[in-house]
């Protein structure tokens, strides 16, 4: 990880970073709890993680980078989409939301606010993607 990423991931860390993948942390774990929920478990974790540092990395669609179908980048993964954004992408979505305005007030926390309208995105629809290297 370059030396400027590791900044911006411990200022983001201390201005917002920590809570919001506290929040994914917890969607994580009420997910694996129903046992159902288990594929939105491992996927809910994964983006926790990005959450937590996500300068120095970024998320894609599975299928850009494997070249390949499969059931969370099918008509599965759409299905499972949907059922995730009534249980918990909606939330998420807002937490990113509410935590960007408030960092876009100053310009310091530009970056930041920008950071957390594309974690918006993708806790609307998590399944299919795959965190890869900046």
């Known amino acids: 990880m370059a030396p400027v990423s590791i900044i911006l ?3 983001w860390i201390l201005i917002g970073g920590a809570w919001m993948a506290f929040g994914w942390l917890i969607a994580a774990v009420i997910m694996a709890v129903t046992i159902i929920g288990l594929p939105w478990a491992r996927a809910a974790f994964n983006i926790a993680v990005y ?3 996500p300068f120095g990395s970024r998320a894609v669609n599975r299928y850009d980078v494997t070249g390949m179908s499969d059931i969370g980048t099918g008509p599965l993964g759409l299905i499972g989409n949907i059922i995730w954004f009534v ?3 909606w939330w998420l979505a807002l937490g990113h939301l509410v935590t960007a305005v408030v ?3 100053t310009i310091i926390g530009l970056p930041f606010a920008w950071a957390h309208l594309k974690l918006a995105g993708i806790a609307l629809w998590p399944i299919g993607k795959v965190i890869v290297p900046a």
């Open 9 to 11: 991931n411990i200022l």
């Open 103 to 105: 960092l876009a007030v």
């Open 51 to 53: 959450t937590l540092l």
């Open 87 to 89: 249980l918990a992408g």
